[in-house]
């Protein structure tokens, strides 16, 4: 999605609006909708209450994950504005997701650096057993080391269908 960004929509802008928005579609309907709530109401808690080092970072994931459908849907909302009202609002959309980017994988960096870490120390086999069984029906097919889900395949293909020739498949 940053490298569709900063290339800009070039000739095929329908292309690229279209495909901007399934992405967006996407993260919604997956990181923000499911798997953050499980991270937020299974795996967290129970690495808190073992790890209490990692209170901190939970506590900050924890909000990105309760602010992150709508700062995604404040993306979708200026992303409608750049295509329907031109390059004047382009840069307005190219500041904001800057910034979701850059606090996005800073979100990542504590939940694989502090929490993840933590967990694999203090988890015992069982907890990972009943975590792996609720995040099962969630896997991220983007891993590449899960089936797709059916709906998920048909919106991933959409999006490579989609994008514009001029950027490739880029995900």
Known sequence: MSMMVNKGPGEESSRFFDSLRAILFYIVEFPERLHHRNETELLFPLVATRAAQTREAI?????D???????VKELQHLLLGW???????RQGFVDVFAQYLSLYREHMTLEETIILQAARQVLTPADWAELDTAFQS???????????????????SRIAHIAPAHLGVCF
Request: no cysteine.
């Open 59 to 63: 506590a900050k994931v924890d909000l």
């Open 65 to 71: 994950h309760a602010k992150g459908e709508s700062a």
């Open 83 to 89: 295509e329907f009202m031109g390059e004047p609002r």
């Open 138 to 156: 969630n896997r991220d097919a983007l891993t590449g080391t899960h089936p797709v889900d059916a709906a998920y395949e048909q919106l991933f």
